[in-house]
């Protein structure tokens, strides 16, 4: 439980406070918006071609990545994560939208 793990860090380290729910959802999202503004930034002007795969977790849910490659100016050859998503409901190919 959450007061467990609570408890655990206060053993651990007693000057250690824990962050709220809402500072890691403010963190995780800056992060995920500096990420993207990188990854944008890498494909601006490029030829790209996408990828996309799906898989089933073990916890039986579904997910799609998609991935954007490229070659840049050096010839070499990039692959940069553009999305990933969990999806609902059936998993059967012609149910994949």
């Not at 959450?2 to 380290?13: G, Q, T």
Request: zero cysteines; glycine letters at 6%; a negative charge.
């Amino acid at each position: 439980t959450d007061e467990e793990v609570k408890d655990l860090f206060k053993i651990s380290n007693s000057d250690l406070t824990l962050p709220t729910p809402k500072h890691l959802r403010n963190t995780i999202r800056d992060m995920a918006g500096q990420m993207r503004d990188v990854v944008l930034k890498k494909l601006e002007g490029q030829t790209i071609s996408l990828t996309m795969d799906h898989w089933t977790s073990r916890a039986v849910q579904n997910f799609s990545g998609i991935t954007a490659h490229f070659i840049d100016e050096y010839w070499e050859m990039h692959a940069l994560s553009v999305g990933l998503f969990l999806n609902e409901g059936k998993a059967a190919t012609e149910d994949i939208d």
